[in-house]
């Protein structure tokens, strides 16, 4: 069975972790599939939009920083335990943010991989939790 692990850390640290490449698009390009989808309970974003919003998420958060705790692989399926945490500064989660307050929380991400590519990903984040310690 493939080690599809090493591609699915490459996301987290490279494309998720602000600064983690110089060259944040092409990378993403490089691990999501061309029919690549992002979904969640309430939509499915493509890799065009998932790209787009993880750049602005390292504008908005530039010391956003994603910390793999567990990590389980099946067949061509990987599961993800993370910690991650930022400092937004603007608008997030309608607050407006200056800089000064910051988040930590969870996710559990299950990505599928394809042909040496992420196909699609199942992801949950504690954006609740993220909300309540900036409001403090």
């Not at 793999?68 to 991650?84: P, T």
């Not at 559990?108 to 984040?125: F, K, P, R």
Request: net charge negative.
């Amino acid at each position: 069975m493939e080690n599809l692990k090493e591609l699915v850390k490459a996301f987290y640290a490279e494309c998720l972790t602000v600064g983690g490449t110089e060259h944040l698009t092409e990378r993403l390009n490089q691990l999501l599939a061309d029919d690549f989808e992002s979904r969640n309970a309430a939509e499915t974003k493509s890799k065009a939009i998932l790209i787009a919003q993880i750049n602005g998420f390292w504008k908005l958060m530039p010391d956003m920083k994603w910390e793999i705790q567990d990590m389980v692989q099946e067949g061509n399926k990987v599961v993800v335990r993370s910690l991650f945490s930022a400092t937004p500064r603007g608008n997030f989660m309608g607050m407006e943010l200056d800089g000064t307050k910051s988040f930590q929380t969870m996710a559990m991400d299950m990505h599928t991989l394809e042909n040496g590519q992420i196909q699609t990903v199942y992801h949950i984040e504690e954006w609740t939790t993220a909300i309540a310690q900036l409001k403090k």
